[in-house]
C-alpha cells in the first residue's frame, strides 16, 4: 500500500492563494496517476484535478478552472495543487488518491472509483 500524506492547508483570506502537497512513500511514486478531491460539510466528495503518471498530461474540473492548477514532481514523490483567487465555497477537507492499477501514459482519472489509496486530508478554510 502507498502512503499518501497531504500538507498545505490552512485558513486564507478569499483572494488568497494555497499550494497543497502531496507527498506519497513509494519510490514507484512515478508509476501512479494521481487526484483531487475536495469534500465539504454535508456534501459529497467532488472532483478537483488529476494528472497522469508522468506529469504530462492534466485536467482541472470545470468550476475551477483558471484558478486551481495540478502538477507534479516525481523525483520528489509529491503532487501539487495550487489554488489561487479563493473562495469561501471552496472551504473543504482536501485529498489526494492514487491509482495503485495499471495505468497508462498520458492518462488520468477523474472518478474516486479508479483510487486505490488516498490520504487523511486537510483542511482549507477560506474566510470571506
Known amino acids: 500500500q502507498v502512503q499518501l500524506v497531504e500538507s498545505g492547508g490552512g485558513l486564507v483570506q478569499a483572494g488568497g492563494s494555497l499550494r497543497l502537497s502531496c507527498s506519497a512513500s513509494?519510490?514507484?511514486?512515478?508509476?501512479?496517476?494521481v487526484g483531487w478531491f475536495r469534500q465539504s460539510l454535508g456534501k459529497e466528495r467532488e472532483f478537483i484535478a488529476a494528472i497522469d503518471k508522468s506529469g504530462g498530461s492534466t485536467y482541472v474540473a470545470n468550476f475551477v478552472k483558471g484558478r486551481f492548477a495540478i502538477s507534479r514532481d516525481n523525483a520528489k514523490n509529491t503532487v501539487y495543487l495550487q489554488m489561487n483567487t479563493l473562495k469561501p465555497e471552496d472551504t473543504a477537507v482536501y485529498f489526494c488518491?492514487?491509482?495503485?492499477?495499471?495505468?497508462?501514459?498520458?492518462?488520468?482519472?477523474?472518478?474516486?472509483?479508479?483510487?486505490?489509496?488516498w490520504g487523511q486530508g486537510t483542511q482549507v478554510t477560506v474566510s470571506s
Open positions: 513509494a519510490r514507484t511514486f512515478s508509476n501512479y496517476a
Open positions: 488518491a492514487a491509482r495503485l492499477r495499471y495505468s497508462a501514459r498520458g492518462t488520468y482519472y477523474v472518478s474516486e472509483y479508479d483510487y486505490d489509496s
